[in-house]
């Protein structure tokens, strides 16, 4: 029986199967933006190929199909969702457009030329109905059944696909929302309705209310998206389980996602810390700094002790979503990314991407713009003849005629322009990573960077130089690096309930009996994904905070029933966690709890790398051949290794190329290459290398 991993990127779909032996073999095929699911089977093709076998005798053997896709966000980004309405409680409509007084959330309030926010529910389309349930849970104004009726029938009128019921305080008590819900599917049929106590049953209205709408307006597309592939998949000849990887860094069934589309929202990138954990143990180091560059973006986490960071406090663009979702920075640079001039003369490169229709020039689709892959193959990095191991020919031609339109205008012959943008683009994924570890304190150098993505081993090794970063870890699963993040994700789900008290005032009992009613739910989940009851592990924690403070920790909670020994465990264990975040803490003042959380998982089956045979230093017999290629702005006479051939205990000195089928590591002048027993090839600088 085989396990798989498929990851839809912007540019590839990359695909991992584990077969019975522990073995791992990747396979890519083109990602095919108007159809998904087109990409999806190609690749699940590929790999059949590569077994013998027929799609459908293949699918037969799978058991485990883990799914990772960008879809739901890209909807987002793209505003291409469903044209969504919204029924709410009275008076309360402009929750969403009020938001916090946020005007833009990546500038100043006070910036004129920013245009305000614009809301994914028109004003016109957010009815009102009469209900008031209060923060305590009692209903102090029944639901207006009447209006609900008449709600829907105006969403109809305007031509709405999707619906978003959010009332004030269902958190607490969700019954006017569920009755809501409940006449809302009853009259509009065929219409994509959810409610926010499904959703984010949490307090704080504007990011329940927001989470909400978002998960409305990329909710058709997503369900559209996994009916045709669940379909697709069973006339295939596939019979196991399909889940799908969450931003939380867990895995789902499709009937728990299509209801909560939002959970698909970082889809892909929330696997990639995961394998960067399992990977880190190649250098024993549990500090580390995940990069995936692909070919449309590139994601940075920061994992600290071993910790894979999460957040309730992200945005979407302009969105605020407020699920736990595992803290990844992204930002658009990766292989397709587009190189221009700007207004004042200077290059510039990304945010927007060739993406995989038409892709970079030198694919020849009918790509003209220059960009970070085409600058790569001019500069000798990539090569013409092996790219994607020989399935797509590069066009050294179509390169140069394309990166002459930003040569051209700043006066530099081609191989200069290639080389000022690939440091561009270097510098600014160096920023990104700055943002992400010097600038919230920590010193870079005491992290190894694990590195993900098509185009991340051709450009890790320079940027790792850049920052001072000592050692760089590429896996010879870096082309589907969140792929084989998802090997190493668990089964499970999270839960949440808000609950606000003094840590001095706190009902304990209450709080036991919040958690309890959590186990109870997960344990009833677990069975619709098949996982015994006694394989669940239980995660307690708390959202705390200095009464006053706006921003949350997250601490760890005992399991059992809670006594106030354990409270005040709790609170050592905030005013710890506070000074770690903020370099302070304030135990004279007071505590107060916010929101219980529960993470129930099943842990994941035990899988294991190939081990590769050993050799020694002497990595010469994996010489391929030479190129010239650019470094430090010199044209060099470079040896280019065979990765399929390299064992482990070779050492390669740079400067040197290594073409792996579904990537290339270039290894500048400044590093060391070692390969270990399970083909990760580990850089290392050559002040630190031994």
Known sequence: MYRVCIDVGGTFTDGLVLDERGNLQQFKSATTPQDPSVGFLACLEKAAGAFHQSLSSFLADVDLLIHGTTLATNTLINESGAKTGMITTKDFRDIIEIRRGYKNIRTSMYNVFVPPYKPLVPRHSRLEVEERTVHSGEILTPLNEAQVPQAISKLKEKGVQSVAICFLHSYANPRNEQRATEIAKALFDGAYITASHEILPVWREFERFSTTVVSAYVGPVVERYLRALEKRLKDSGFRGSLLLMLSSGLVETVEHCIPRAVFLIGSGPAAAPSGALYLGRAVDQQNLLSIDMGGTSFDVCMIRHGQIPTSTESWVGDERVAIKMVDIHSAGAGGGSIAWVDSLGLLRVGPHSAGAEPGPACYGKGGEAPTVTDADLLLGYVPADFFLGGEIPLNVERATQAVMKVADPLNMSVSQAAQAIFTTVNSFMADQISEVSTKRGYDIRDFALVVGGGAGPVHAATIADQLGIPTVVIPTVAATYSAFGMFAMDIGRDYARSYISRADRIDLDRVTRLYEEMEQEALEASRSMHVPSGQVVFTRSADTRYIGQFHEVEVEMARGKLGPGDIETALQSFHQKHEELYT???????????????????????????????????????????????????????????????????????????????????????????????????????????
């Open 584 to 690: 302070f803490n304030m135990h004279w003042k007071g505590v107060e709890f916010l929101t219980f959380r529960l993470k129930a998982v099943a842990p994941k089956a035990p899988f294991h790398l190939r081990q590769i045979g050993q050799g020694g230093r002497d990595a010469s017999a994996a010489l391929k051949r030479r190129r010239s290629c650019w470094f430090n702005g010199r044209e060099m006479d470079t040896p280019v290794y065979d990765g399929d051939k390299l064992l482990a205990g070779n050492l390669i000195q740079g400067p040197a190329i290594i073409e792996e089928s579904t990537t290339t590591v270039v290894i500048p002048e400044t590093f060391s290459c070692s390969v270990d027993e399970r083909k990760n090839y580990v850089l290392t600088r050559r002040s630190q290398a031994s």
